[in-house]
């Protein structure tokens, strides 16, 4: 069950239709390909079938790729780390080039345990592309060598530098859709590719996500709706908390604040448009930023996420200490039950406040729910980047630091 | 060498003066007690070092606690990974009620050799207190064993609860001075136990902050105040971006999140005050958060922290790939460079927008700099409160939820 309850009133307007119209044309057009990734998996699932049977035996799978590349199947693989095949390769990634990090991953494995998936859809991304050079040298091997496609594979848009790279050297290529961006492509190869490798049961988050778009879309559930037009409609109202309680949820919270803050922030006209994201994990933020949601300037809403039943769960054991007993409980209560009565109390602290909260409840953590969430999330976006009238699926501001980048530094 | 050097000019004004005035008085009286804590460490030190020469040989410490009680040593310990000693024991972090990451911790380690130490200033905080009864039933050793003192220590206030259960059953107990806020006390106890004995160098990291504390108090180096001014005069422009590049800052971004949040998050009669913090890692955010930053609203300053000498790198191998040559750098070129290059780069596209920005330069990633870090961070903070008109050392915002939550599961 994932169920969304909102603690709001949405203000009275006539946008309601309008923006069900608008959300409609884009699902048909065939400029945003995020919307039928659900439904088209199939394929993609029997490529992967087929081409992991023939693998060696791999203990790694290596994902070098940054943003839209890496942090998708990283929200999905830490938030089912519970509950993945146990025996499966473990998934590492490499984001960044930062060298503490990249020496740190790979003096941790070995070659022949480990295959590494590099993720880019415009195979131009330059972080990406120099982790990639530094792997061959690390371990020595190269393009050309005969050994090569055994370690490497790519996952990109077909046709791109990186794809063409891949078909001279005998690597395989996976493909992104065309028109699938970065940040919503968790459900396409770029997510799925690794995770299948990771053990994550991808056939049921493809499922998950497939539900939402029907709920939305067929039955038209209108939660969303409203969510979009309460957070896009007041004026000064542009700070969006997600309020995520549980360790597992702190790199699908990354995975968010990509999405909308990428998404969301957008120059129109002259005008400067934006709604900022900022993900936090309970309980522990309550005791950091949770002060500033409660006293600080009205200029936020505040999403709380938690988890029914976890995968494990122990109890707080009925003991008394000496002269603490104040923090004594009920017997028999659970760590994952404290968890939740601390998100209803803090969520009840908050709507207190005045403040526009919602509360998200899964029933379970596992490939379902995490399905059902991703693409619950994107829709949020694309609903309130039509709200903005801003182009949802762009990021035009990023260019200039590249530009003066390579600049300096290119050959 | 620590360089601090602002893109911006601050708006005149007549504030300057009475600044440097109120921060006089905060220092001089006995109400805030974090700023001579660089100079009160060596009573603190002598303490560890006659009583860590008793412990027996351990090899993991495990600090159970929340908000101040963890993050500070968590920021210090990440960022200095790769200068502590290689022997040292491997320090765990304890922080959420969360079952799935406390039944990870646990069963990773052997009783034998581990330290628990239980953070609390209060001592009463429900979460860290039910961890700690978890760990007992988990390992099956209690209040009243023989053997009970081996195993744990707190670090508390002087007479606190926790303090006395401490005294009843023979438990070293450390002490955060009472004028020290949790969020502030990371060179108290609450930070320097665990981080020596997790082999940082904690004398080096007193006398960073000592310096900071000299280069501010005695020099009257006036950048902070600079900042402080353009922080907090500027109406609607209240979000106070980090931009941290290396993967080592992540803990150290949570810490800047909860002093920054927690403290200037605050009602001043009915009116509602606050800066929102928000924490970016590069190079990767530049992939996430950037596009929001250059194309949304101007209600954002941008910090970019980098380190110069990072204490590792590697050469970005000088190798051509065919058909993704454009992503080929010149000759010799290492990731330190480059990741510091990206810094440069994303922070001059970020000045031509007309950002407040500004940029601090850590010549080393080492004891030294990250006590003169943490020390600047807390002067800031001070400031921007004295600013705000706000009390910046209390949190009566988070009251009410755990008002709400005991009365329904306490006993």
Known sequence: MFTNTLYFDIPSTTKTEELWSKISVEYNSNAVGYYDLPIDGEKLL??????????RNIRNVVIVGVGGSSLGAKAVYSMLFYEKKADAPKLYFLENIDPLGI????????????LFLIVSKSGTTLDTISIAK???????IFPGDKAFGK????????????????????????FIPKNVGGRFSVLSAAGIVPLTLGGIDTVKLLEGAAACRNDFFECKLDT???????YTVKVGQNINVLFSYSDIFRDFNAWFVQL?????GKKKGGERIGLTPVGLIGAIDQHSFLQLIMDGPKDKSVTFIRIENLTEDIIVPDISLKYIEKNNLKKGITAAELLNEQAIATMKSVINEGIITDEIVLSKADAYHAGYLIYYFELLTSLCGLLLEINTYNQPGVETGKKILLSKIGK
């Open 103 to 114: 020496k740190k991953t790979l003096q941790s494995i070995k070659l022949d345990e480990s």
């Open 151 to 174: 370690y490497f594979a790519v996952i990109t848009d077909n046709g791109s530098v990186l794809n063409k790279f891949a078909n001279e050297y005998g690597l395989k290529s996976f």
């Open 134 to 140: 530094i792997i061959m040298v690390h371990f020595n």
């Open 260 to 264: 909308w803050a990428e998404s969301l």
């Open 224 to 230: 969303l709706i409203k969510k979009s037009l309460a």
């Open 46 to 55: 029997l490529d992967i079938g087929v081409w992991g049977a023939g693998l």
